[in-house]
């Protein structure tokens, strides 16, 4: 190997970050006249010290690989022969560092990400796009309407008459809308398979991404209309992700609900692909409308946040028989109700709720043949021992079990159970932040002739079962005590 060590160590010997490097490379040189070969692995692992060290060396996880050019002439051969290790392109770096990036780097796709809040400029990056918009597959902008106040004008940069191999658009803006975007369309962007805006006011028109298969839009400031999101799942039948978030909106807020008629001109009996749908603050009776023209040949996640949690018990129960294309169904109303199915609750393998009113009425009476996963968070009311009963007895194969709620009728009910399954088919029982700590039901449980140990036993360290923990490690094996931390001191906080 050629050294030139010394020159590059004189220019760069006051930076800090090539220290460590300085120091990696004389141990593999220690005690010898010529360095010993190094193989393309110990390469990668060198350069990958160096561009992506951790903190306490004092690395920036966003510089380049430029410098280790000037290290020795072999350096140079190799990170010239690698154009993968410079198709990473942070649009802050020198202009003539991102040339260097933008030469060497051919012809692999290249992914451009802009995360500090300073403004770009415009002209810039007009000539970076224009030269190599061809290769751009993941673009990534950071664009706050304080320092760039168009961002139309940046997407009109994506629509200029030339074809893209870009797969993925993400853009974190402050603007009032994504206006602008409905002139940049399958012709600019055919390979278009991901979409992200975060932090817009409203979300204007969308073009037709043919190819799209993710549509993610969070922190949005005014709601989009059901009719609106029934008319992008028509238009792009390839989407498998729809995930539209809300701005957490100020308390007492409220808005209009749209009417069955104003709902019913919408399509209906969509085909879909989705695999995940995600909507936020909308009223139950808009989600069971949009599920019900949906069509599909498999089934998809739905989780929803109802801006009407007393309609929560009219949802489930006039709309749980036409969502029959959901696998597994989270709904955020006042409380948490999680569950899985596809149809009919015989194929459900988890159930996460918080609504016991619920859970007691409608949820004890289904059968739970396949529910593995049972998870109870803490809930006005609490579910009755019939119904406990009543639910394990159509739930014989539950594996796993926490109990965020009252303790108590849960374990009584375990403990009357005449299903003789169920006794060495539990090995998970998770009784942390329970209101309540029924020490005699518990070990009356893991004491239950026949039973098999637990394998997995939480608890808290302020509640009852850890003055017992002694008693409890022979029945479990493992044993998991919670300790109380301290809530985390907000990143804001002076």
């Given at each position: 190997?050629?050294?030139e060590?010394?020159?590059?160590f004189?220019?760069?010997?006051?930076?800090?970050?090539?220290?460590?490097?300085?120091?990696?490379?004389?141990?593999?040189?220690?005690?010898?006249?010529?360095?010993?070969?190094?193989?393309?692995?110990?390469?990668?692992q060198?350069?990958?010290?160096?561009?992506?060290?951790?903190?306490?060396?004092?690395?920036?996880?966003?510089?380049?690989?430029?410098?280790?050019?000037l290290?020795?002439?072999?350096?140079?051969?190799?990170a010239?022969?690698?154009?993968?290790?410079?198709?990473?392109?942070?649009?802050?770096?020198?202009?003539?560092?991102?040339?260097?990036?933008?030469?060497?780097?051919?012809?692999?796709?290249?992914?451009?990400?802009?995360?500090?809040?300073?403004?770009?400029?415009?002209?810039?990056?007009?000539?970076?796009?224009?030269?190599?918009?061809?290769?751009?597959?993941?673009?990534?902008?950071?664009?706050?309407?304080?320092?760039?106040?168009?961002?139309?004008?940046?997407?009109?940069?994506?629509?200029?008459?030339?074809?893209?191999?870009?797969?993925?658009?993400?853009?974190?803006?402050?603007?009032?809308?994504?206006?602008?975007?409905?002139?940049?369309?399958?012709k600019?962007?055919?390979?278009?398979?991901?979409?992200?805006?975060?932090?817009?006011?409203?979300?204007?028109?969308?073009?037709?991404?043919?190819?799209?298969?993710?549509?993610?839009?969070?922190?949005?400031?005014?709601?989009?209309?059901?009719?609106?999101?029934?008319?992008?799942?028509?238009?792009?039948?390839?989407?498998?992700?729809?995930?539209?978030?809300?701005r957490?909106?100020?308390?007492?807020?409220?808005?209009?609900v749209?009417?069955?008629?104003?709902?019913?001109?919408a399509?209906?009996?969509?085909?879909?692909?989705?695999?995940?749908?995600?909507?936020?603050?909308?009223?139950a009776?808009?989600i069971?409308?949009?599920?019900?023209r949906?069509?599909?040949?498999?089934?998809?996640?739905?989780?929803?946040?109802?801006i009407?949690?007393?309609?929560?018990?009219?949802?489930?129960?006039?709309?749980?028989?036409?969502?029959?294309?959901?696998?597994?169904?989270?709904?955020?109303?006042?409380?948490?109700?999680?569950?899985?199915?596809?149809?009919?609750?015989?194929?459900?393998?988890?159930?996460?709720?918080?609504?016991?009113?619920?859970?007691?009425?409608?949820?004890?009476?289904?059968?739970?043949?396949?529910?593995?996963?049972?998870?109870?968070?803490?809930?006005?009311?609490?579910?009755?021992?019939?119904?406990?009963?009543?639910?394990?007895?159509?739930?014989?194969?539950?594996?796993?079990?926490?109990?965020?709620?009252?303790?108590?009728?849960?374990?009584?009910?375990?403990?009357?159970?005449?299903?003789?399954?169920?006794?060495?088919?539990?090995?998970?029982?998770?009784?942390?932040?329970?209101?309540?700590?029924?020490?005699?039901?518990?070990?009356?449980?893991?004491?239950q002739?026949?039973?098999?140990?637990?394998?997995?036993?939480?608890?808290?360290?302020?509640?009852?079962?850890?003055?017992?923990?002694?008693?409890?490690?022979m029945?479990?094996?493992?044993?998991?005590?919670?300790?109380?931390?301290p809530?985390?001191?907000?990143?804001?906080?002076n």
């Amino acid at each position: 190997m050629d050294l030139e060590l010394s020159s590059t160590f004189t220019q760069f010997g006051s930076e800090p970050s090539m220290k460590p490097l300085q120091r990696k490379f004389q141990k593999l040189n220690l005690g010898r006249s010529r360095p010993p070969p190094i193989s393309s692995e110990n390469w990668t692992q060198i350069f990958e010290f160096y561009v992506n060290g951790s903190g306490e060396n004092g690395l920036d996880k966003r510089r380049t690989w430029w410098p280790l050019l000037l290290v020795c002439r072999s350096w140079q051969s190799i990170a010239r022969r690698t154009p993968a290790l410079w198709r990473n392109i942070w649009m802050k770096w020198p202009l003539e560092v991102i040339e260097m990036h933008l030469t060497l780097s051919t012809p692999l796709p290249l992914i451009l990400e802009d995360l500090s809040p300073e403004p770009i400029d415009l002209i810039t990056l007009s000539n970076l796009v224009t030269g190599h918009w061809r290769r751009i597959e993941i673009l990534s902008v950071l664009w706050f309407s304080e320092h760039n106040p168009s961002l139309s004008a940046f997407l009109d940069l994506c629509a200029m008459d030339q074809s893209s191999t870009m797969t993925s658009l993400s853009i974190l803006a402050s603007h009032t809308s994504n206006h602008g975007l409905q002139r940049v369309g399958s012709k600019h962007l055919p390979d278009l398979r991901e979409l992200k805006f975060d932090n817009l006011g409203s979300l204007g028109p969308i073009p037709t991404f043919r190819n799209l298969r993710s549509l993610v839009i969070h922190e949005l400031r005014d709601l989009v209309p059901i009719r609106k999101i029934i008319g992008i799942l028509e238009r792009m039948k390839m989407l498998e992700i729809l995930d539209i978030t809300m701005r957490l909106q100020k308390k007492g807020r409220t808005r209009s609900v749209a009417t069955q008629k104003q709902l019913s001109s919408a399509a209906t009996n969509i085909p879909i692909r989705l695999q995940r749908l995600k909507l936020t603050d909308y009223a139950a009776v808009e989600i069971g409308y949009l599920l019900r023209r949906l069509r599909s040949s498999f089934f998809f996640d739905v989780e929803l946040h109802i801006i009407n949690p007393d309609d929560s018990d009219k949802f489930l129960v006039t709309f749980y028989p036409s969502m029959n294309l959901a696998k597994s169904l989270t709904v955020f109303p006042a409380s948490k109700i999680s569950y899985t199915f596809d149809g009919t609750t015989e194929h459900t393998f988890t159930l996460e709720t918080s609504m016991c009113n619920i859970f007691g009425v409608h949820l004890s009476g289904a059968s739970w043949y396949n529910l593995r996963e049972l998870c109870v968070h803490d809930c006005v009311g609490g579910v009755s021992l019939p119904a406990w009963r009543k639910f394990l007895s159509a739930a014989p194969y539950l594996v796993s079990v926490a109990m965020r709620s009252s303790a108590t009728t849960f374990l009584q009910a375990v403990l009357q159970s005449k299903e003789p399954r169920f006794a060495n088919d539990l090995r998970e029982l998770d009784l942390r932040r329970s209101r309540d700590h029924p020490r005699n039901a518990l070990l009356g449980i893991l004491r239950q002739p026949g039973r098999t140990h637990l394998r997995k036993l939480w608890i808290d360290e302020n509640s009852v079962w850890a003055a017992s923990a002694s008693n409890l490690r022979m029945y479990v094996e493992e044993l998991i005590i919670e300790k109380k931390e301290p809530p985390p001191v907000p990143y804001w906080y002076n």
